[in-house]
């Protein structure tokens, strides 16, 4: 039996100051401040103007603000060093962060449903001249944003998520300024509930995705996208390869799939050439860049079943 552990020389997940997204840091950082001048103006203007659409809005910013925030973290994180006591970092710690914060985000789409539904039936008086002036500030804001991030989402699939966040924040951004000059030229206050009612239903959908993503990390599920039933086919089909049992694949953040397998060698097999060519079959075909094999000759195999008898 030998074990042996296998990564190639390009590791997806690399140090800040060489990654894609670590060069678009600073972008990231600037739309953060951006989203989060947004926030505390929508939610003075919104209680000033008893706009509930405006506060519904602030609740989209904070989701999307929140998101970005924790990609950054991400960004830092992956540039430190794993430690004795953690020998994967604290990859994971941006897992967290996200289920709990796919949990507030869902409270507030509740939250704001349930209070666009009674203003619906009984609509208070809203102040349209605050909510229009907020909303094209607003506006204009995820637009300065959305050309901070244009260069870099191109690169990083990081940056990316964080422009089309933005993009839902502009669209959001649209439906409030709507809403408040619907009401300054008719008068018809229940198209700030409608507002909040559609800036509530933006918030769900990716929310929902986000809980159960960093649920499944957290479950340690097959990644997205990852066939078992192929990654053991592939194994199976190395050179020297006859058999694989305890195949195992799980994320440990984004961007970075682990598997681990006890792979059975032939008479003839040499162990450097079947590690070289799962490491980089496996990295290729599957976008798994870290794996851990245990060679096993066909002798081990049958004293490990013997001693699964003698446990049971």
Not at 8 to 36: F, W
């Amino acid at each position: 039996m030998v074990a042996a552990s296998t990564e190639p020389t390009y590791p997806r997940v690399v140090r800040h100051s060489h990654s894609a997204a670590g060069r678009h840091a600073g972008s990231l950082a600037a739309a953060i401040g951006i989203g989060v001048v947004i926030l505390v103006v929508e939610l003075v203007a919104g209680r000033l103007a008893n706009s509930l659409a405006l506060l519904a809005d602030a609740g989209h910013v904070f989701a999307d603000v929140s998101g970005m925030a924790l990609s950054l973290v991400a960004i830092r994180i992956a540039a430190r060093p794993p430690s004795d006591g953690r020998s994967f970092g604290l990859y994971r710690l941006e897992m967290v962060a996200a289920a709990v914060n796919a949990v507030l985000l869902l409270v507030i789409a509740i939250v704001v449903g349930v209070e666009a539904a009674r203003r619906f039936v009984d609509p208070p008086d809203v102040q349209p001249g605050i909510v229009v002036a907020v909303a094209a500030a607003a506006l204009i804001g995820n637009v300065v944003a959305l050309r901070l991030l244009a260069g870099g989402q191109r690169e990083s699939l990081t940056v990316r998520g964080a422009y089309l966040e933005i993009a839902g924040d502009l669209l959001g951004s649209a439906a409030v300024l709507v809403a408040g000059l619907v009401i300054a030229a008719t008068g018809w206050r229940p198209a700030d509930a409608v507002a909040s009612i559609v800036v509530a239903v933006l918030i769900v959908p990716r929310t929902v995705v986000l809980l159960r993503d960093s649920v499944d990390v957290l479950l340690e599920a097959t990644p997205k996208g990852i066939e078992m039933a192929d990654v053991e086919r592939h194994i199976r089909e190395a050179p020297g390869v006859t058999d694989v049992h305890d195949l195992h694949a799980w994320t440990i953040t984004s961007g970075m799939n682990v598997v681990s397998a006890h792979v059975v060698l032939g008479e003839d097999a040499k162990p450097g050439d079947i590690l070289d060519h799962l490491a980089t079959c496996l990295s290729a075909d599957f976008d798994i860049n870290h794996s851990t094999f245990q060679l096993e000759t066909p002798e081990h195999v049958i004293w490990e079943a013997r001693a699964d008898q003698a446990r049971h």
